[in-house]
T-cell receptor, first 109, second 113 residues
Framework: DAKTTQPNSMESNEEEPVHLPCNHSTISGTDYIHWYRQLPSQGPEYVIHGLTSNVNNRMASLAIAEDRKSSTLILHRATLRDAAVYYC??????????FGAGTRLTVKP | EAQVTQNPRYLITVTGKKLTVTCSQN?????MSWYRQDPGLGLRQIYYSMNVEVTDKGDVPEGYKVSRKEKRNFPLILESPSPNQTSLYFC????????????FGPGTRLTVT
């Protein structure tokens, strides 16, 4: 049980921003929120993580709700190369990282 | 370059023939794990290891064994493979300190006939 909820799929147009939501309503105070993505025919790769504050890196931004029960991964300008399955993970005991079904992002030219 | 390597990348075998999939990481990570990925079921954890000589079951450990004799290596052993173990397997490693970023290998596609 991944204990996160994500939409099964989303679509975006190339060059437009994408907001990928994740619900983790049972999150505890010490749980990190991690995002990974899996490109076709590859292993998952780390995208970003956060605890309480919004985070930015070269790949994406992570916006975390004030109550921490949800978060949004933001791709500022989607490219065709961003088409992948995106996983939101509640990392809750430092020993176990459980993946749900993720969101399949399709980017249209 | 930081990486997790797996071998072989592709393997076709027959029921009951013991096999080992190797996994190695060059980042001196304490934590390593194995996942399998099946259509419609996502990534499921098979076994994990928090350090040398310390291993524990994940969500789907039946039919698999692992060992962690050295920090860098974490082989997955199928003593008597069966067709329901046909899957895509990923090895992963991470540090046991924040931010716990996990690195994945390229995957091993196993077919058991």
């Amino acid at each position: 049980d991944a204990k996160t909820t994500q939409p099964n799929s989303m679509e975006s147009n190339e060059e437009e921003p994408v907001h990928l939501p994740c619900n983790h309503s049972t999150i505890s105070g010490t749980d990190y929120i991690h995002w990974y993505r899996q490109l076709p025919s590859q292993g998952p790769e780390y995208v970003i993580h956060g605890l309480t504050s919004n985070v930015n890196n070269r790949m994406a931004s992570l916006a975390i709700a004030e109550d921490r029960k949800s978060s949004t991964l933001i791709l500022h300008r989607a490219t065709l190369r961003d088409a992948a399955v995106y996983y939101c993970i509640r990392f809750y005991n430092n020993n176990d990282m459980r993946f749900g079904a993720g969101t399949r992002l399709t980017v249209k030219p | 370059e930081a990486q997790v390597t797996q071998n072989p990348r592709y393997l076709i075998t027959v029921t009951g023939k013991k096999l080992t999939v190797t996994c190695s990481q060059n980042m001196n990570h304490e934590y390593m794990s194995w996942y399998r990925q099946d259509p419609g079921l996502g990534l499921r954890q098979i076994y994990y290891s928090m350090n040398v000589e310390v291993t524990d079951k994940g969500d789907v450990p039946e039919g698999y064994k692992v060992s962690r004799k050295e920090k860098r290596n974490f082989p997955l052993i199928l003593e008597s493979p069966s067709p329901n173990q046909t899957s895509l397997y990923f090895c992963a490693s991470r540090s046991d300190r924040a931010p716990y970023e996990q690195y994945f290998g390229p995957g091993t596609r196993l077919t058991v006939t």
